[in-house]
């Protein structure tokens, strides 16, 4: 909704919005249009009874939804926001995407993609601007937000994680841009899969597959059939794991890599990435040969900026081969894990989750004796 479109409601100069926007008024607010104060059409004019409701909403709502809607960035205008700023933000948002890939998880991370995104809201506030570069705005401050959103599931905060989401679908729905609202959607599907929750995890991602940008990329169908996949995995059906990575791979094939993306895309998804997650799916499903096989082809071909990534997808690759009864190369493998990799929360979960499974199979053995010794002494260094 526009400025003046909100701006109408709360004076009364629209009395009877549309049925779409009652409906959504009703969800948001749980009452009745006729209870906010807005007038059914073929009632004759404005009751002293309905002035009343709408200023008592009004008020009630102060701090809410209501002050999101009708911000105005001409009170305390400060200057004029255009393009320069848009991209001035656009160049802190690709920093962020670098410091995650590095590092990922980190509290830092969160913070700083947080800040940026208040950053770019206070330009909405002070600033006068073009309808356009509002929106463009309001893109910025969901990327940033879906950036702390994503920092917080892989640093394993997800009551955080939670909270950033309900912020940054919100912003990204004003924002008009599918292509941000498929992150977001497509991170509350990893989100819900982390949880374990994978019915909520399937909902959230068929979200980001039915949006526009979805239907006519084919690298965003195919980032969301693999991240499909990975969420079947988690139900430990096979049949639709394969069937959701032959769809995206089908898709990449078909991507023309030379198109102007979003930087957030770009910088990770690729075949290296598609393989990391048949991976986790065939991983989560018990298919060990398969696995290790996605393992493999992934980290041939993973950029070396990708540390955190590596990383992960290294100890996947030992979990994989410890599934075979391969103990050795299993240890072997975990061990070339860098030792500064340790710190990272995921990571350090699922080392701490391989050794579990190495000593549940082969406990007092050779290679869960080497294993333990190794672990005590890496994590001891890098605490």
């Known amino acids: 909704m526009s400025e003046r479109t909100v701006h109408n409601w709360l004076t009364g100069a629209t009395r009877w919005p549309p049925v779409k926007i009652r409906l959504a008024l009703r969800a948001v607010f749980a009452c009745t249009p006729e209870d906010l104060g807005f007038v059914p059409t073929g009632r004759a004019r404005t009751t002293p009874e309905d002035d009343v409701r709408r200023r008592d909403f009004i008020a009630a709502a102060g701090g809410a939804a209501v002050t999101v809607l009708t911000s105005s960035p001409a009170v305390a205008s400060s200057g004029r926001i255009g393009v320069g700023d848009v991209r001035r933000l656009q160049a802190r948002f690709a920093e962020v995407i670098v410091s995650d890939h590095r590092h990922g998880g980190r509290l830092s991370i969160e913070t700083r993609a947080t800040a940026l995104a208040e950053e770019a809201l206070d330009l909405q506030k002070n600033g006068t601007a073009t309808q356009r570069v509002r ?136 075949q290296s990435e598609l393989d990391s997650l048949a991976l986790a ?69 699922m080392l701490a989750a391989f050794g579990t499974s190495l000593h549940e199979l082969a406990g007092g053995s050779g290679p869960d004796r080497t294993w333990s010794a190794y672990a005590h002494n890496s994590w001891r260094t890098t605490a």
């Open 135 to 270: 929106a463009q705005l309001y893109e910025c401050a969901a990327s940033f937000m879906s950036s702390a959103m994503w920092a917080a599931i892989d640093g394993r905060r997800f009551d955080a994680a939670l909270e950033h989401h309900q912020k940054a679908a919100t912003l990204a729905a004003m924002s008009g841009d599918s292509g941000i609202q498929f992150r977001i959607w497509s991170h509350a599907g990893s989100l819900y899969r982390h949880l374990g929750q994978a019915g909520d995890a399937l909902a959230a991602n068929e979200v980001a597959r039915s949006l526009p940008i979805a239907r006519r990329d084919p690298l965003f169908a195919s980032l969301g059939h693999a991240r499909h996949a990975a969420i079947h995995g988690l139900t430990g059906d096979s049949n639709a794991v394969r069937r959701s990575i032959g769809h995206a791979q089908d898709a990449l094939n078909r991507a023309d890599l030379d198109v102007s993306r979003p930087v957030w895309i770009t910088a990770f998804y690729d």
């Open 281 to 349: 799916a065939h991983l989560a499903a018990g298919n060990w040969e398969d696995a290790e096989a996605h393992a493999h082809r992934s980290i041939a071909q993973r950029r070396d900026t990708m540390q955190r990534s590596r990383a992960i997808t290294t100890v996947r690759l030992a979990r994989a081969q410890l599934g075979q009864g391969d103990l050795e190369p299993a240890v072997a493998t975990a061990m070339s894990v860098p030792a500064e990799d340790f710190a990272h929360p995921r990571v350090t979960r």
